[in-house]
Nanobody
């Protein structure tokens, strides 16, 4: 059973930083890509960032230059470092892993950017 568990969400002021973590059961090498999605109230879930097994990354335009996605294959953990946070980054952030044509999801962690 693939299990993904996020941590690290919370309340932060505009301009601040947060780092999310995602612990993934099993070997990280099993997954073609791992990444982060987010869903704001009243909006569809959207891709934030992905990282592929050998290191290449992909970012949504709105977070380029502010967010950094990384994976530790030995620790089976993925991270999302979020800098220069804006109120529009407020959302539930979900960890995602793709393998064998299937998507696996964490339960989500709330990130709120507000003064």
């Amino acid at each position: 059973q693939d299990r993904l568990v996020e941590s690290g969400g919370g309340l932060v002021q505009p301009g601040g930083s947060l780092t999310l973590s995602c612990a993934i059961s099993g070997s990280m090498w099993r997954y073609n890509a791992v990444g982060w999605y987010r869903q704001a109230p009243g909006k569809e879930r959207e891709l934030v960032a992905q990282v592929f097994p050998t290191g290449p990354t992909h970012y949504a335009d709105g977070v380029k230059g502010r967010f950094i996605v990384s994976r530790d294959n030995d620790m089976n953990t993925m991270y999302l470092q979020m800098n220069s946070l804006k109120p529009e980054d407020t959302a539930v952030y979900y960890c995602n892993a793709q393998a064998d044509g299937s998507d696996y999801w964490g339960q989500g962690t709330q990130v709120t950017v507000s003064s």
